[in-house]
């Protein structure tokens, strides 16, 4: 009786030990879709186990995830299902190795600038596959090279939407967890990082660094308010946070989170592959510009309310009585 008990006891540990290195390998549960809590994160966590296992680092998982994602995406040119349905199955394991790399990088603290860069251009790649095989197929099924008009708004509405979702949940996550709990980052310092590089001795690196550079002023560029709100409690606040600001931010921001979602990727790839089941593909861009662009600005005006909102509560100095943490 004791060893079974003592067994039970066990086993129960383990389950919390195993639970408890599945939840810290997540960013917060603000900013996760439940999709991925049910689906992408679980694959994705057991990727990242065996890459810590057999010595993978991050970023190789997220170079064979763009392999596979831009795969998809070239599948996506035949018009026959069932090709198309293998394309959707590698878009599927391109996302959970993207969801690894994360992971992995949180689970090994393996975590690099590179690395970050390399996470948010693996998206980029697949979905130029995707637009460039939409069009190509679009014209084979007889539509003129206009197609290609939707087809590049679309593509510069989503590297927005990607960016700015991205930028928004970075922000939430420097609120409530500091900057170890998040990848944000700004122009002024990246700017001198790359002023650092040299074009002779440090081309690839420096290209990179300009890159990120013009990636990030993108995302600065559709968030004035928020630049003010981040440039004031950087000053303000440079021993931490105080709890109650974190609290208060949390509840004001965290409905928000859920249009980052949206924008990004679960939604509009269930939608794609909804219209390739239809063998009307094209409409995807219309989607992308006339659903989910609208979301897009209603999400930044919301956030920028939220961002003046704070600011001048932090400069009216209504937080003067709150204790760091």
């Known amino acids: 009786m004791e060893t079974t008990t003592s067994d039970k006891s066990g086993k129960k ?10 939840e810290n390998s997540l960013k917060s549960s ?15 966590y057991q990727i990242a186990l065996f890459c810590a296992k057999v010595g993978i680092r991050p ?5 064979v995830s763009i392999f596979f994602g831009v795969a998809a995406g070239i599948l996506f040119y035949y018009q026959e299902l069932w090709i198309n349905v293998i394309g959707m199955l590698l878009l599927v394991f391109a996302n959970s190795l ?8 949180r689970m090994t603290n393996d975590k690099s600038r590179l690395g970050r860069i390399l996470d948010g251009a693996a998206g980029d790649f697949w979905f130029i596959a995707i637009h460039i095989a939409i069009c190509l197929r679009s014209q084979n099924e007889g539509w003129s090279a206009w197609i290609w008009v939707p087809g590049v708004l679309a593509g510069a509405s989503h590297v927005v939407q990607s960016a700015m979702a991205d930028y928004y949940r970075n922000v939430h996550l420097f609120f409530i967890k500091g900057t170890s709990g998040s990848e944000l980052d700004n122009s002024r310092d990246l700017q001198q ?3 650092r590089l040299s074009w002779s001795s440090d081309f690839g690196m420096k290209l990179i660094a300009r890159t990120y550079l013009n990636y990030t002023k993108l995302q600065e560029s559709f968030s004035p308010h928020l630049q003010k709100l981040l440039a004031l409690v950087r000053s303000k606040y440079q021993n931490g946070l105080p709890q109650e600001l974190v609290t208060d931010f949390r509840a004001h921001n965290r409905p ?6 949206i924008v990004q990727f679960n939604t509009r790839v269930l939608f794609l592959f909804l219209w390739l089941f239809l063998d009307q593909s094209w409409i995807y861009f ?3 510009m006339f659903v989910l662009n609208p979301i897009l600005i209603y999400m930044i005006v919301n956030q920028e309310k939220v961002s003046r909102y704070f600011y001048q509560k932090i400069l009216n100095g209504k937080t003067n009585g709150y204790q760091t943490i």
């Open 13 to 22: 540990e383990e389950e919390v030990k195993s639970g408890s290195a599945f």
């Open 256 to 261: 928000l989170m859920k249009y980052t979602n």
């Open 286 to 288: 219309f989607f992308d």
């Open 193 to 195: 990082e790359y002023d």
């Open 30 to 44: 603000d900013t996760e879709e439940q999709i991925d809590i049910w689906f992408y994160r679980p694959i994705g």
């Open 59 to 63: 970023n190789p998982v997220t170079i």
């Open 98 to 105: 993207d969801s690894a790399d994360g992971q992995l990088a």
